[in-house]
């Protein structure tokens, strides 16, 4: 294509976009369950391992592959900044009439039916 017919912020490069890293009230625990944690774990080794293949198997100006690669880092910070704050907890340890974070709450529907729900963030 002909210089032309592109604009001058086409040759700019551009910035990933960035999650911003909690949306937590000021105060607010971040709570992860042990199963939450662990799935953001494996997501974080992922998107690692994936970050060193397009750094190893690419060219430096492949434009497609750098904003892949900083979609990818951008990610992964979010993921560390969320598990560094995180704390762990597991279900309740008492069975009680409060719902809480980590209960298992089964529910039954006049009709009879049952559904089981966790909570979770």
Do not use: C, H, W
Request: zero cysteines; hydrophobic letters at 35%; proline letters at 7%.
């Amino acid at each position: 294509m002909s210089k032309a017919f592109t604009r001058e912020s086409d040759d700019a490069p551009e910035t990933p976009l960035v999650r911003p890293a909690t949306v937590l009230p000021p105060g607010v625990k971040n709570l992860l369950t042990p199963g939450g944690a662990l799935q953001l774990r494996q997501e974080l080794e992922q998107l690692t391992a994936e970050e060193a293949a397009l750094r190893a198997a690419t060219n430096a100006s492949d434009e497609t592959s750098k904003r892949r690669q900083q979609a990818l880092a951008a990610r992964a910070l979010q993921i560390q900044r969320t598990l560094q704050t995180a704390v762990i907890t597991g279900p309740p340890t008492m069975a009680d009439d409060v719902v809480r974070f980590g209960a298992t709450v089964r529910v039954r529907e006049r009709s009879g039916e049952t559904t089981t729900y966790r909570m979770v963030g």
